[in-house]
T-cell receptor
Framework: GAVVSQHPSWVICKSGTSVKIECRSL??????MFWYRQFPKQSLMLMAT?????????EQGVEKDKFLINHASLTLSTLTVTSAHPEDSSFYIC????????????FGPGTRLTVL | EDQVTQSPEALRLQEGESSSLNCSYTVSGLRGLFWYRQDPGKGPEFLFTLYSAGEEKEKERLKATLTKKESFLHITAPKPEDSATYLC????????????FGTGTQLKVEL
């Protein structure tokens, strides 16, 4: 139980293009989803928190217009990196929390983004 | 300041050599302490949630314990497949829905 998927698992794009990453909870309803970024040899950095049907709450220093988050249903959240640049290259990981999981987050497998 | 500190940063063990990883925290109103395992290039895998001091949880060769200031992840007779980065995180009053993560302990178990 508590399986979270992400798609794609990796993506390579040219500078200036936009990339969309999907995060799905497969066997539970995710009332809250989170998006993290992880640099090599570092821990997870929370980018934003989203609740189904509401606007995402972004962490300090994260550009809202660059990282667009949509949580349209209880099983799907998307992160769109707009006008991507090489410095946006990173490992992006989503997590989901169900209504009954009491703070426990279940993570997806991650998406490796490389911007050329 | 709310903090989560993990030690050691890296640990190398021989197969069968038991040890413990530490996670110390300074937060107000602990709501839960979480242990995850992360393999290279993958998302963290949930291991345990602990809610109150004195609580213990076990899974195969892993046992997590919690006090009012720290948590330990005990690894008994580890195998090479236990090699991974182990992350500790906390949820606390005033932190909303967020988890605050430590920087992890990179464990390598050798034959």
């Amino acid at each position: 139980g508590a399986v979270v998927s992400q798609h794609p698992s990796w993506v390579i794009c040219k500078s200036g293009t936009s990339v969309k990453i999907e995060c799905r909870s497969l066997d539970f309803q995710a009332t809250t989803m989170f998006w993290y970024r992880q640099f090599p040899k570092q821990s997870l950095m929370l980018m934003a928190t989203s609740n189904e049907g509401s606007k995402a709450t972004y962490e300090q220093g994260v550009e809202k217009d660059k990282f667009l988050i949509n949580h349209a249903s209880l099983t799907l959240s998307t992160l769109t990196v707009t006008s991507a640049h090489p410095e946006d290259s990173s490992f992006y990981i989503c997590s989901a929390r169900g209504a009954q999981s009491t703070y426990t987050q279940y993570f997806g497998p991650g998406t490796r983004l490389t911007v050329l | 300041e709310d903090q989560v500190t993990q030690s050691p940063e890296a640990l190398r063990l021989q197969e069968g050599e038991s040890s413990s990883l530490n996670c110390s925290y300074t937060v107000s109103g602990l709501r839960g302490l979480f242990w995850y395992r992360q393999d290279p290039g993958k998302g963290p895998e949930f291991l345990f949630t602990l809610y109150s001091a004195g609580e213990e949880k076990e899974k195969e060769r892993l046992k997590a314990t919690l006090t009012k200031k720290e948590s330990f992840l005990h690894i008994t007779a580890p195998k090479p497949e236990d090699s991974a980065t182990y992350l500790c995180a906390v949820a606390f009053t005033g932190g909303g829905n967020k988890l605050t993560f430590g920087t992890g302990t990179q464990l390598k178990v050798e034959l």
